[in-house]
């Protein structure tokens, strides 16, 4: 069993809105499709960190759906920014189970044990700190994180943790995603949301944690090994 990542995979199959027209995109879908199929087999495990596809709507999502079911292993995904067809965890768990869905699970709100490692996370979120609204959501945020990790902690293992957005880059910090990671000790951080290739470091560090950004365009569409 081997652990890889991925972000931001942005399928367009239930919304006609291919990135394509952004540089280095073209011809994404087949490009993860075979560099997917030939390193990823039916026994390792693939966590997808936020953005998987643009549609608004749960059902309109089910052609994305099953390119993912297609693709070898198993598959762990969290919520991006563009999720917006995310729903509760009952809808979206009962809409994978109606569609067959066996090799694809959420992480939101909980932690999953893969082999030796428990597989933590959450969106997170910018914020700096003049809004209300973002104020609770990253309190939210925060909160899901810690709840996460004490699941992971309960499941035993090495502990894995996937954020959408980076808790820092440039001269911005969440401190509150920031402070739960330091009280558990959290060494490293995978990441998606910021694309642009040669605009950004795939891998930095915050104070004692490492930070690895895998979005799909900044990684050339082939998920990354994580063990």
Same mark, same amino acid.
């Given at each position: ?18 990135? &394509? ?16 199929? #030939? ?16 549609? *608004? ?6 052609? &994305? ?9 198993? #598959? ?28 694809? #699970? ?7 044990? *893969? ?57 911005? *910090? ?54």
């Amino acid at each position: 069993m081997r652990l890889f990542a991925i972000s931001d995979l942005h399928l367009p199959f239930g919304e006609d809105k291919p990135m &394509d027209i952004f540089g280095g995109w073209d011809n994404y879908t087949e490009r993860l499709l075979s560099n997917w199929q #030939k390193i990823v087999s039916k026994d390792d495990t693939v966590v997808i960190p936020g953005d998987l596809s643009w549609t *608004v709507k749960l059902d309109d999502a089910l052609p &994305d759906f099953e390119f993912l079911h297609k693709l070898n292993g198993q #598959k762990i995904i969290l919520k991006g920014n563009h999720d917006y067809w995310w729903s509760t965890a009952n809808k979206i768990n009962t809409f994978l189970n109606e569609n067959n869905f066996d090799d694809i #699970k959420i992480l939101h709100n909980n932690s999953i044990s *893969v082999d030796k490692f428990a597989v933590c996370g959450t969106r997170g979120w910018v914020y700096d700190g003049t809004g209300e609204f973002d104020e609770k959501v990253v309190l939210r945020e925060a909160g899901r994180l810690e709840t996460s990790i004490k699941m992971g902690i309960e499941l035993g293992g090495e502990l894995k943790v996937f954020l959408h957005y980076p808790f820092a880059y440039g001269d911005y *910090v969440c401190k509150e995603i920031f402070d739960v990671l330091k009280k558990y000790d959290i060494k490293k951080v995978y990441y998606g949301h910021i694309h642009g290739a040669g605009k950004y470091k795939l891998v930095c560090e915050y104070e004692g944690i490492s930070l690895q950004n895998i979005s799909s365009d900044l990684v050339g569409f082939v998920p990354q090994i994580i063990y």
